[in-house]
């Protein structure tokens, strides 16, 4: 058969590991696919030294790929929104297959991509879009497709838990260990996605998708970064046998699906709170299979390259077989926009237990006040730690609660914060028993 022909546009870190990886393989590639893969021309603004391009095809328009009439597929890792989302949309009208690595892309724009694709008999394939290498996206479409799904959970940013892993291991700040991460080349000069979690509720928004059915609504995600967890926090968990995790969590209820990133103290025996330094990890529950772990390298130029090639070898055998049904892009056939029969649930609706930590004045009356207001709001308190006065007499308060509402748990937060003898703001985290019920 005549060989696919690539056009990649984007030759950063993943575009050269992509390459690299077509180049370094080509024989078991072709061999897997039955046809050999080529990289047919490359648009990219500059050249990577980690790249040969001898006899490539280079252009500094990616526009040009998207309508060259010699090319099968757009591999697109330029990474963004609108300038990706024109190119894609682009390659689409011109009847090239996509693959992509952009998880913002897919998780703001993919309902309107798909919809382009499947108007023009295309794929789009984005394996590489969530957690790099780890295969995730196909085992959750395919491999668990007997599945109702009842719960997915996960370290999908790598750069917050290496934040978070170095704090607990060195006993180190939040700031420090961020700037180690951004001279390691973990994390941005501007970390704001991945610390506050953004990055994390782009592909907790294309997991939920996939998992259950529903159209892709990242702006209903609720995102909470990590940026006000300090050691004495990190310290304090350990103690109660936790660890801290920046998790993307979505469950299904009988009232809707829950779709939300924050940190998480997770039980220091569970599979979770085991995933140390840059590794992504993710767990799912499906009613038949039950808890499965998906573990991994969660980012990289060749981690991240193995997915998007896996995902050319897709296309490639596609494009064989000439057949007119391909697995839904998002695992479900006939997903409608606006459909509300599964809404996604507002936060002030999640159910979940808590840890508390407030500095409060060394006075008697003091704890009973916070007790009662949080009886008065049916938060239940598991345990109670009063620390030793700090300067200037303020007393370190530890509370784990049993599982409340989130806006019974706002509501009591304000009033504590609200009293003279409590001292600025309370921190408040999120208690997960993950193999137990989320």
């Not at 004495?232 to 801290?244: C, E, F, N, S, W």
Request: net charge negative; with cysteine; aromatic share 6%.
């Amino acid at each position: 058969m005549e060989p696919v022909k690539v056009g990649i546009c984007g030759l950063g870190t993943v575009g050269s590991g992509t390459f690299n990886v077509l180049v370094r393989n080509a024989l078991d590639i072709e061999r897997r696919a039955g046809r050999a893969i080529v990289v047919e021309q490359i648009g990219a603004r500059r050249d990577n030294p980690q790249v040969d391009l001898t006899g490539v095809n280079v252009t500094r328009d990616v526009f040009e790929v998207a309508r060259n009439p010699d090319i099968d597929v757009v591999v697109e890792l330029i990474g963004g929104y609108d300038v990706a989302r024109e190119l894609v949309l682009e390659a689409i009208r011109h009847g090239k297959h996509v693959v992509t690595a952009n998880k913002a892309l897919i998780a703001v724009h993919g309902n309107e991509i798909f919809r382009a694709a499947a108007e023009q008999g295309v794929i789009v394939a984005f394996e590489a879009a969530v957690a790099g290498g780890i295969p995730v996206i196909k085992s959750l479409r395919e491999g668990l497709g007997a599945n109702r799904i009842q719960w997915v959970a996960g370290i999908i940013n790598g750069t917050g838990n290496y934040i978070l892993t170095h704090m607990r291991d060195e006993g180190r700040a939040f700031e420090d260990v961020l700037a180690e991460a951004q001279a390691l080349g973990y994390a941005e000069a501007d970390p704001t996605f991945d610390v506050e979690g953004i990055d994390a509720a782009h592909k907790l928004t294309i997991l939920a998708s996939i998992a259950y059915g529903v159209p892709l609504q990242f702006e209903r995600a609720y995102t909470e970064g990590i940026s006000r967890i300090t050691f004495d926090d990190v310290k304090q968990a350990d103690a109660l046998g936790y660890i801290i995790k920046h998790l993307g969590i979505s469950k299904r209820t009988d009232d809707g699906i829950e779709l939300r990133v924050h940190p998480a103290l997770v039980p220091k025996e569970q599979l979770l709170a085991n995933v140390h330094g840059v590794k992504n990890a993710i767990e799912v529950m499906g009613d038949a299979v039950g808890p499965t772990l998906y573990y991994g390298a969660g980012a990289g130029a060749e981690p991240t390259a193995s997915a998007v090639v896996a995902d050319l070898l897709d296309v490639a055998r596609d494009m064989a077989t000439h057949h007119d049904y391909r697995t839904p892009y998002l695992a479900f056939s006939g997903i409608v926009e606006g459909d509300e029969s599964l809404p996604i649930l507002p936060m002030e609706n999640i159910v979940t237990a808590y840890y508390l930590r407030l500095l409060a004045v060394d006075r008697p009356g003091v704890l009973a006040r916070v007790a009662t207001i949080l009886a008065e709001q049916g938060v239940s308190i598991e345990a109670l730690i009063q620390k030793e006065a700090t300067e200037g007499e303020l007393v370190p308060i530890i509370i784990t609660t049993h599982r409340t509402r989130e806006s019974n748990m706002n509501e009591a937060i304000r009033q504590l914060e609200a009293l003279a003898d409590i001292a600025g703001p309370l921190t408040r985290i999120r208690i997960e028993h993950l193999d137990e019920n989320v």
